[in-house]
C-alpha cells in the first residue's frame, strides 16, 4: 500500500476516534483517488472499513462508560433498516449521482463544523432548550416514546444516506443524539461509534454480490485506520476539539470541491 493511502488510513481513525465521525468521509477519497479502485467497489469497501474500525473504537468507549446502549439499540435497528435498502438502491443509481451527492455531503458537514455551537441549557422540569426550543428528555428513558420515535425516524433516514453514498452519517448522528436525547457529548460521540458500525455493516452487506471486492486491500486499510482510531481516542481529551474541528471542515472542502470537478463535473 502506497505511503499517501497509509497516512489517509491513520486520518480516517483518527477523525473517527475524535469525532465518533468523519470516517468514510476520508476512506471513499483515499480509495477512490489513491489506490484507484472503481467507484461503486470504494463505496463498499469504505463502509467495510468504517464497520470495523468504529466496532473497535465503540467497543474501547463502551468499556469506558461512553456508549448509551438503549439509545445506540433503537438508532441502530432502524438505521440498518434503512442503510441496507439505501445500498441496494445505490447498486441502481448512476455513480455520477453516488458521488455528487457525496460531495454535498462533505460541504454539509463542513458547514455544521463551522457552525457556531449554541450550549443547551436545562430548562424547568428537567427539559431540554435550544435555540428557543424545548425538548423534554425525561421521556427518553422509555423504549416507546415520542422521543424514541424522532431517534428511529432519524435512524431511517440517515441509513438511507449511508447506503446510498457510502457515508457512516456520524456528524448527523452526534447532534440528533445530543438534541434528542439530551446525552453529553462524549457519550454521543462513544454511541454514535456503536451506530455508525451496525449500519456501516448493514451497507456493506446491501453492497456484496453485486460489485467486486478487493479484500486485501481493504483489510491492509482497515488495520491502519484501526491504529489510528485508537491514537484519535487517545489525543480526545488533550486537543482543542474547536481548532481541529475548523481544519478538517476546510479539508472536507477542499476534498468535496476536488470530487465534484474531478468525477462528477470531468474538469
Same mark, same amino acid.
Given at each position: 500500500?502506497?505511503?499517501?493511502?497509509?497516512? +489517509? #488510513?491513520?486520518?480516517? @481513525?483518527?477523525? $473517527? !476516534? &475524535?469525532?465518533?465521525?468523519?470516517?468514510?468521509?476520508?476512506? %471513499?477519497? /483515499? *480509495?477512490?483517488?489513491?489506490?484507484?479502485?472503481?467507484?461503486?467497489?470504494?463505496?463498499?469497501?469504505?463502509?467495510?472499513?468504517?464497520?470495523?474500525?468504529?466496532?473497535?473504537?465503540?467497543?474501547?468507549?463502551?468499556?469506558?462508560?461512553?456508549?448509551?446502549?438503549?439509545?445506540?439499540?433503537?438508532?441502530?435497528?432502524?438505521?440498518? +433498516? #434503512?442503510?441496507?435498502? @439505501?445500498?441496494? $438502491? !445505490? &447498486?441502481?443509481?448512476?455513480?455520477?449521482?453516488?458521488?455528487? %451527492?457525496? /460531495? *454535498?455531503?462533505?460541504?454539509?458537514?463542513?458547514?455544521?463544523?463551522?457552525?457556531?455551537?449554541?450550549?443547551?441549557?436545562?430548562?424547568?422540569?428537567?427539559?431540554?432548550?435550544?435555540?428557543?426550543?424545548?425538548?423534554?428528555?425525561?421521556?427518553?428513558?422509555?423504549?416507546?416514546?415520542?422521543?424514541?420515535?424522532?431517534?428511529?425516524?432519524? #435512524?431511517?433516514?440517515? @441509513?438511507?444516506?449511508? !447506503? &446510498?453514498?457510502?457515508?457512516?452519517?456520524?456528524?448527523?448522528?452526534?447532534? /440528533? *443524539?445530543?438534541?434528542?436525547?439530551?446525552?453529553?457529548?462524549?457519550?454521543?460521540?462513544?454511541?454514535?461509534?456503536?451506530?455508525?458500525?451496525?449500519?456501516?455493516?448493514?451497507?456493506?452487506?446491501?453492497?456484496?454480490?453485486?460489485?467486486?471486492?478487493?479484500?486485501?486491500?481493504?483489510?491492509?486499510?482497515?488495520?491502519?485506520?484501526?491504529? #489510528?482510531?485508537?491514537? @484519535?481516542?487517545?489525543?480526545?481529551?488533550?486537543?482543542?476539539?474547536?481548532?481541529?474541528?475548523?481544519?478538517? /471542515?476546510?479539508?472536507?472542502?477542499?476534498?468535496?470541491?476536488?470530487?465534484?470537478?474531478?468525477?462528477?463535473?470531468?474538469?
Amino acid at each position: 500500500m502506497e505511503l499517501s493511502a497509509i497516512f +489517509a #488510513g491513520l486520518v480516517t @481513525g483518527l477523525v $473517527l !476516534g &475524535l469525532f465518533g465521525s468523519g470516517g468514510s468521509i476520508i476512506a %471513499l477519497p /483515499a *480509495l477512490l483517488y489513491l489506490l484507484h479502485v472503481e467507484p461503486k467497489s470504494a463505496i463498499a469497501m469504505s463502509l467495510g472499513v468504517v464497520a470495523v474500525t468504529a466496532t473497535v473504537s465503540a467497543l474501547d468507549n463502551w468499556r469506558r462508560g461512553r456508549v448509551d446502549v438503549r439509545i445506540a439499540f433503537v438508532f441502530g435497528l432502524f438505521g440498518v +433498516a #434503512g442503510t441496507f435498502a @439505501g445500498a441496494r $438502491l !445505490g &447498486l441502481l443509481t448512476p455513480v455520477v449521482i453516488q458521488l455528487g %451527492l457525496f /460531495a *454535498l455531503v462533505m460541504y454539509a458537514a463542513a458547514w455544521r463544523m463551522l457552525k457556531p455551537v449554541k450550549v443547551a441549557v436545562p430548562a424547568a422540569g428537567g427539559a431540554l432548550s435550544t435555540d428557543g426550543g424545548t425538548l423534554a428528555i425525561d421521556g427518553c428513558r422509555a423504549f416507546f416514546s415520542p422521543c424514541m420515535g424522532h431517534i428511529a425516524l432519524h #435512524g431511517i433516514g440517515v @441509513g438511507v444516506l449511508t !447506503g &446510498l453514498v457510502g457515508v457512516g452519517g456520524g456528524f448527523l448522528i452526534v447532534p /440528533a *443524539l445530543v438534541l434528542l436525547s439530551g446525552i453529553p457529548m462524549k457519550t454521543a460521540v462513544g454511541t454514535s461509534l456503536a451506530i455508525v458500525a451496525a449500519k456501516s455493516y448493514a451497507g456493506f452487506a446491501g453492497y456484496m454480490g453485486g460489485v467486486p471486492i478487493d479484500y486485501a486491500v481493504m483489510g491492509s486499510f482497515t488495520a491502519v485506520t484501526i491504529i #489510528g482510531s485508537f491514537a @484519535g481516542a487517545h489525543f480526545s481529551t488533550r486537543i482543542s476539539h474547536d481548532t481541529l474541528k475548523k481544519a478538517f /471542515a476546510w479539508f472536507l472542502v477542499v476534498v468535496a470541491t476536488y470530487i465534484l470537478f474531478k468525477s462528477v463535473i470531468g474538469v
